[in-house]
């Protein structure tokens, strides 16, 4: 291993050659395209097809003004509920992958994989599906409905109205919804991961001196998985803030996101440079989460020793 | 006699799906303030059994007793017993005084109270002035002293260990060996501990229970279980054996005699009480066997009178060599083809020059000193 590392050290030149590819693939792909639209962002339309760089500020000052502001802020608030539900939901899910016995885990594991190996337009259109004014949800709800008003019948009440499906699609409620179930295994995988590396003594240990399992959770297995959480909700809120087609699918005129608004501006309004402008704006709020992550984690890191 | 502490009955543990039990109808009495070691292989079932005490795995028939209550269906954390994990399990996200102090905030000891119990817990364990350290800060050994302060905070009635020693290196293990003792000694709470290290449990132990199979091979004070073992098992888990098969020849009640091919005739001061032609073992430690020059061994032989001729005598050729500083460890190849190990003290500085690779030899042994397994 060491002597392995010392060779690429010593032998720069054909180590150069391995890597210059894929660094000559992304700086092609990735940070030229990002640069150009990095420059947009300081331009303006001066025709149907013809933007030109003027370093102006425009963009940036239209961004910021309210209407624009309170869609970001609506879309982060958004993101941060549903990082909040994959926790709570995606926890316990974790907790018991982890608990499972050797012959279930993989099995979990892979319930949990599954969704990622279909596509996501056809999980949408299948949530929605089931959503629906006639979808199964309401069916079901119909059905617990018509049960109830039986019942009732049953002691002698007069019986419910007839059901009246509810409105479960187009609205924040669905777009919540969806991204949760988008979003979920993005949460579970490092939690499990943050879990299954726990000292299951430590627990024992916890319980042996007396706490219950309740005491046992919050003060010994939170704390100890809080890597785990941190990468959790870092790895589900960025995407999650940046999520286009779940909004734009299932959301009603009052649920647009953010990126949403982006989409508009590169097409129907084809105004490239505000699009660019608005891009850039949430290109640095993930950056300025990411940033707070690492100096968290690197503070975590000084206060261990 | 006091009343036992711990009263294990008939208990077994069997998993699913598993073919022999765990622990097979195990029963033992602990005495409060006893240092109870639970000797064994790995796999033979010793820490199952402990982790049964704490409560952490749930018997599969037979009960266990408490300070006279069954705990059956009492679970870890409501048991009046405390352990000490392997791994130690010390909490990384608190500070040393931390660990110490969880179980009493649990327990509801708080204030004054609690804080002069950590530092009393500390001072024990020979901690004090490291309480505000993080566990990663302290050595392995130190962390251990971490689990046990944290344990015996809570004022046990029984404190379980579970491989004590096995992660610390050889030197820190004996100094360990006697602090547990002393420690033991000074709270006076019945200990029992598990390992696989038979000096561990020799040095520190009042009782062993020798465990194979799920079952207690033996159980005995630790030099009736070296000098007096009760199966091959026990004779060979337990320190270095020489084992013969042979007959028995002579039984009476003040004397008795084997034929073993192996090794020769072989001369008991005591009886055995087997039926007379019975197929039994010898069981000779290396220590027990005398070295000497051939010819020299028969005549310290003769002269010592405790044997008939040609009783307690071997003669071969050495064929293996191991110095050990205290000791040299001698392979050596019978006249019948049989191995035996001897081993002899290096009482003077060139001591181990006597002998050496292909030298014949004769040997000698004491009437008392071997013993009769009849399984």
């Known amino acids: 291993m060491a002597g392995a590392l010392q060779d690429w050290r010593q032998h720069k030149r054909p180590f150069a050659a391995i890597v210059s590819a894929p660094i000559f693939w992304l700086v092609l792909f990735f940070l030229v395209p990002m640069g150009i639209v990095w420059l947009y962002s300081f331009g303006q339309n001066v025709g149907p097809a013809a933007i030109e760089i003027t370093g102006t500020l425009d963009n940036y000052k239209r961004a910021t003004e309210w209407l624009y502001l309170s869609i970001f802020l609506k879309s982060l608030a958004v993101a941060a509920l549903v990082t909040f539900i994959c926790l709570i939901v995606g926890f316990p899910v974790a907790m018991a992958i982890t608990f499972a016995t050797e012959k279930w885990r993989p099995w979990l594991l892979l319930a949990i994989m599954l969704p990622f190996w279909t596509n996501l337009l056809i999980r949408t259109y299948a949530l929605m599906m089931l959503m629906g004014q006639n979808g199964y949800a309401n069916k079901g709800l119909g059905a617990m409905w018509d049960g109830a008003s039986w019942l009732r019948t049953l002691v002698g009440l007069q019986p419910l109205e007839a059901w009246t499906p509810v409105q479960l699609l187009y609205n924040n409620f669905a777009v919540v919804l969806g991204l949760v179930y988008v979003h979920l295994p993005f949460m579970v995988l490092p939690l499990y991961s943050a879990l299954d590396r726990l000292d299951k003594s430590l627990i024992e240990a916890s319980l042996d001196l007396g706490a219950g399992h309740f005491r046992t959770l919050m003060k010994i297995v939170v704390p100890l998985a809080g890597s785990g959480i941190a990468a959790g909700v870092m790895i589900t809120l960025i995407p999650a803030l940046g999520a286009y087609l779940t909004p734009d699918l299932m959301g009603g005129t009052d649920s647009q996101m953010i990126a949403n608004v982006i989409e508009r501006q590169f097409k129907r309004a084809n105004d490239w440079p505000f699009g660019a402008a608005l891009s850039f704006l949430l290109i640095y709020a993930m950056f300025a989460l990411v940033a707070l992550q690492s100096l968290r984690g690197s503070r975590a890191k000084v206060g261990a020793h | ?375």
Not at chain 2, 184 to 190: E, F
Request: hydrophobic content about 40%.
């Open chain 2, 1 to 375: 006699m006091a009343e036992p502490i711990i009263q294990i009955r008939n208990v077994s543990k069997r998993y699913p799906g598993s073919p022999v039990a765990a622990v097979d109808d195990v029963s033992l009495d602990i005495m409060p303030g006893e240092f109870f070691v639970l000797l064994g292989p790995s796999g033979c079932g010793k820490t199952t059994l402990l982790r049964m005490i704490a409560g952490f795995e749930i018997p599969t028939s037979g009960t266990i007793l408490i300070d006279g209550q069954d705990m059956a269906a009492v679970p870890p954390n409501k048991r009046p017993v405390n352990m000490v994990f392997q791994s130690y399990a010390v909490f990384p996200h608190m500070s040393v005084e931390q660990n110490v102090g969880y179980g009493l905030k649990i327990a509801g000891v708080r204030g004054d109270e609690a804080s002069a119990r950590v530092r009393e817990a500390l001072e024990l364990v020979k901690l004090d002035g490291l309480g505000s350290r993080k566990p990663d800060q302290l050595s392995g050994g130190q962390r251990q002293r971490v689990a046990l302060a944290r344990s015996l905070v809570m004022r046990p009635k029984v404190l379980l260990l579970d491989e004590p020693l096995s992660a610390l290196d050889a030197k820190l293990r004996a100094q360990m060996q006697f602090e547990l003792s002393d420690l033991q000694d000074q709270v006076g709470i019945t200990f029992i501990t598990v390992t696989h290290d038979q000096d561990e449990a020799l040095s520190m132990a009042g009782r062993i229970a020798v465990m194979n199979k799920g079952e207690v091979a033996q159980l005995a004070s630790p030099s009736d279980l070296y000098e007096f073992p009760a199966n091959r098992f026990v004779a060979d888990f337990v320190g270095s054996v020489n084992l013969f098969e042979g007959k028995l020849t002579l039984d009476e009640p003040d004397r008795a005699a084997i034929d073993c091919p192996g090794l020769g005739k072989v001369y008991l001061g005591h009886g055995v009480t087997g039926p007379h032609g019975a197929d039994v073992w010898v069981a000779l430690r290396p220590e027990k066997i005398y070295l000497h020059v051939p010819g020299k061994g028969d005549a310290i032989r003769a002269a010592a009178k405790d044997a008939p001729e040609d009783h307690n005598l071997a003669r071969g050729t050495i064929k293996g060599m191991s110095y050990l500083g205290d000791i040299t460890l001698y392979e050596i190849k019978l006249d019948s083809g049989a191995m035996i190990r001897v081993s002899r003290p290096n009482l003077s500085r060139h001591d181990q020059e006597d002998f050496t690779w292909d030298d014949r030899v004769s040997m000698h042994w004491r009437a008392d000193s071997p013993v009769v397994l009849l399984s």
